[in-house]
């Protein structure tokens, strides 16, 4: 037998419809269920209204239901079923007014508005959903824009939102996307995030690299007189080089752009100026603009079939490393008299001496100076102290405390796991104690290869002195999404954006320190002005020989590509100095440039590689937490 849901009952006339981004405290004369935001604000309401809604909170209103219904009946003729929804007062009297019949109200922040949406979709309100997103829609200007598009993204991979997601996403291909121009964009995203993102685009350029080969866009412009055309076609060859220009660039793709390329094509000048192109008709070139548009948006929608929505933020501090397996403490070790069980999360229990933890750890020593509560927990007689650390972890922190050789972890991630953990119980002592045994062997933290790794997981543990080494070992290698990859998701969005920062701020020293030795008033450089490459006609203003300026200029051009390869060594600039010298001498035969040498030269090029190994040396590496 069928039913008939009623209606639901209309708003008493007292209740007061307020006007957008005024916060609703709904309150029904009629009210039969209360609702209490994380911030214990209550929102009297009709429980019809709710389960309607969603089946999720109609359940949990039934089970609070059911429990007032068995508690005595004197005290529920006054107090109403109560359920408490953990989101702020907000954004639950936002997403009532998309249930009750009041004037809707949009959060008034972007953020808020996607914990709006995160919340309806947790309650399976689909239907609310959808009302809030049509409410959306209708902003002007669009609360997902290319301005925020980055912020977008990441709030939505935070709170699950797939359709957000790839709306943003969508939006960030205008972007040209590199660590170098991403600048504070890298603070608002987690580097797991990022990397999804950096995946996204380069499925949507395979994905272009194929579809627009076979795409027919360009046949809607044939048989018009272009001045010149694609090699075997009749499609204008300016078209052909705009498409292609998409699969490289896909912020290529737009109205302004492709107009910028009409443009450049029929402004040209003799046999290049097109004075054809200039009159196709704005039907064709809709035509032709319709057709690329749904190849492309083809090319995006098969790549956002693959991108993940990762939900919470993630820990990179699940990427320390194996742990390894539980060893005792060593035999020799005298602990015939310890007086407190240390226990780990696996319920590894190891014995010390409080003294011992004490002397090591002010945090121990504080926490062991309070009275313990007489029901603590105590085996074979000794209390208990539990911590978050694993087994490994604590063992290699007691042996070293108690100054007798230790077993440090095998992997560079779980020493500076270890690190992080003498650092969080204030062991100063242990700290310098691992720190100097690194500083004995052959130190990971010299291998260049793993330096942005290093980098990464020394920042999530607040490692400062770990993070300096390592951001100064990154310098030696490119920094690109395509060097980094997968090492991306171990970064946290403000790690990942000093880094850049500590980078451009390297390549800007570098950069003026060959600008001080292009001067040649008072520069390093003036000593090979009498070079007679050097010679000017008269009342001229002098120059610095060319086998000189040859050695310095390119290497300003390099560092304007400071992202895309590796910074320059003071040790590489002697060599770079000496082949131009052999070849200035064996060329042009002079005397005077190796008579300067032989007198001079040492300390030129000692001059010079003391001053660019400053350079890198006093880049601040500010790190913010």
């Not at 007014?97 to 109200?105: G, L, S």
């Not at 998409?246 to 109205?255: A, E, L």
């Not at 060594?569 to 042009?588: F, M, N, V, W």
Request: glycine share 4%; net charge neutral; hydrophobic share 40%.
């Amino acid at each position: 037998m069928a039913t008939v849901t009623p209606d639901p009952p209309s708003p008493p006339a007292g209740l007061v419809q307020v006007e957008p981004s005024v916060e609703v405290l709904l309150d029904y004369p009629g009210a039969d269920v209360v609702l209490r935001s994380r911030d214990s604000r209550t929102f009297r309401v009709l429980k019809l209204y709710i389960i309607n809604s969603s089946s999720v909170l109609g359940e949990l209103i039934q089970a609070q239901s059911d429990t007032s219904d068995g508690a005595d009946s004197e005290s529920t003729q006054t107090q109403l079923p109560e359920v408490h929804i953990p989101v702020s007062s907000a954004i639950l009297s936002s997403l009532l007014t998309f249930i009750f019949p009041v004037n809707t109200v949009l959060p008034s922040t972007l953020e808020e508005t996607m914990e709006l949406l995160s919340v309806a979709r947790k309650y399976e309100m689909n239907s609310v959903l959808s009302h809030i997103r049509g409410s959306l829609a209708l902003q002007d200007p669009p609360f997902i824009s290319p301005e925020n598009a980055f912020l977008a993204y990441s709030l939505a991979q935070r709170y699950g939102l797939y359709k957000e997601a790839t709306q943003a996403a969508r939006l960030t291909l205008k972007f040209a996307l590199t660590i170098e121009t991403l600048e504070d964009k890298l603070a608002i995203m987690p580097g797991a995030y990022l990397h999804e993102l950096w995946k996204y685009r380069q499925r949507v350029q395979a994905q272009l690299r194929l579809d627009l080969l076979t795409s027919d866009a360009g046949a809607a412009l044939k048989g018009f007189n272009c001045s010149q055309y694609a090699v075997g076609t009749d499609i204008p060859y300016w078209i052909e080089l705009y498409i292609s220009s998409i699969k490289v660039n896909p912020s290529r793709f737009d109205s302004i752009e492709f107009q910028m390329a009409l443009a450049q094509h029929t402004a040209g000048s003799g046999t290049t100026r097109c004075s054809s192109c200039i009159l196709i008709p704005v039907e064709t070139m809709r035509a032709f603009w319709t057709s690329l548009a749904a190849t492309v948006y083809r090319c995006m929608e098969k790549a956002e079939s693959e991108l993940p929505i990762l939900g919470t933020e993630p820990n990179s501090r699940s990427h320390m490393g194996p742990l390894a397996a539980p060893l005792p403490l060593p035999q020799y070790m005298y602990l015939s008299k310890a007086d407190i069980i240390v226990r780990t999360p696996d319920l590894t229990m190891f014995r010390s001496h409080k003294s011992v933890l004490a002397s090591s750890s002010s945090v121990f020593r504080d926490v062991l100076s309070l009275p313990q509560p007489p029901n603590n927990e105590r085996i074979d007689g000794l209390p208990v102290v539990d911590i978050s650390e694993d087994a490994e972890l604590v063992r290699s922190l007691i042996t070293i405390s108690y100054h007798i050789p230790s077993d440090l972890p095998a992997s560079y991630d779980r020493i500076l796991a270890l690190l992080a953990a003498a650092q969080k119980y204030d062991m100063v002592t242990v700290q310098s104690s691992i720190r100097a045994e690194l500083a004995r062997g052959p130190s990971l933290a010299r291998n260049w290869a793993q330096a942005f790794r290093v980098y990464a997981i020394a920042s999530s543990s607040r490692l400062t002195s770990e993070m300096d080494t390592a951001a100064r070992l990154t310098l030696d290698q490119p920094m690109t999404f395509e060097y980094l990859r997968d090492g991306l998701r171990l970064f946290e969005g403000r790690a990942l954006r000093d880094l850049a920062l500590f980078r451009k701020s390297c390549r800007d020293n570098l950069i003026s320190c060959f600008v001080s030795f292009l001067d040649i008033d008072s520069g390093p450089s003036k000593i090979w002005l009498d070079c007679p490459q050097s010679a000017v006609p008269q009342n001229a203003s002098p120059t610095l020989p060319t086998w000189v300026h040859d050695i310095i200029a390119p290497q300003i051009e390099e560092l304007k590509q400071a992202f895309t390869r590796p910074l320059i060594k003071s040790s590489s600039i002697r060599e770079k100095y000496l082949g131009a010298l052999r070849r200035h001498a064996a060329q042009d035969h002079c005397a005077f440039c190796l008579e300067v040498h032989a007198t001079k030269g040492e300390s030129y090029c000692t001059q010079l590689e003391k001053a660019l190994a400053q350079a890198r040396k006093k880049a601040c590496t500010t790190f913010t937490f």
